[in-house]
Each structure stands twice: as C-alpha cells, then as structure tokens.
C-alpha cells in the first residue's frame, strides 16, 4: 500500500491535532444530543465542549454523524 502526497498530509494534519486525553467515538455519540441541543440555538462554540469539538475536529466518521442527527432533528422542526 503506497500512500500519496495529499493523503500523507492529512494523516500528518490529524496527528498534529491530537491531544493526550481525547474522546472516543462511542463518548462522542454518548454525548451527541446534548451537544446538538447547545448549537441549536447559538452559533458560538458552546462552553465546556471543547472535547466534543476537538474529537469531531479529527473524526470524519462522527462529525458526519453530526450531520444527518442535525439534518433528521432539522426536518422535525
């Protein structure tokens, strides 16, 4: 398996933005609702989630699980 200059990048990118105590994924979805409540109603960045944020900030799979649990509770409203 070769790896190419731009997926390189990336991997380097992500391990730049780890920190020594994260979430994981299973935390995260956990978490989700409640985090999706606070930036419902606000555009800034909520107080005491910096974890949720950072773990979407490398976690592709669950920032787009944030999506559609956003798009689903948009369409109930």
């Not at 990336?10 to 995260?28: A, H, K, Y």
Request: aromatic share 4%.
């Amino acid at each position: 398996m070769s790896i190419d200059r731009r997926d390189l990048t990336r991997l380097l990118d992500l391990v730049d933005r780890t920190i020594d105590r994260e979430i994981d994924c299973g935390q995260f979805l956990h978490r989700a609702s409640g985090y999706i409540e606070r930036i419902s109603t606000s555009d800034d960045r909520p107080a005491g989630w910096d974890d949720v944020v950072q773990h979407l900030s490398v976690c592709s799979e669950c920032a787009e699980e944030l999506e559609v649990l956003r798009g689903l509770l948009a369409e109930d409203s």
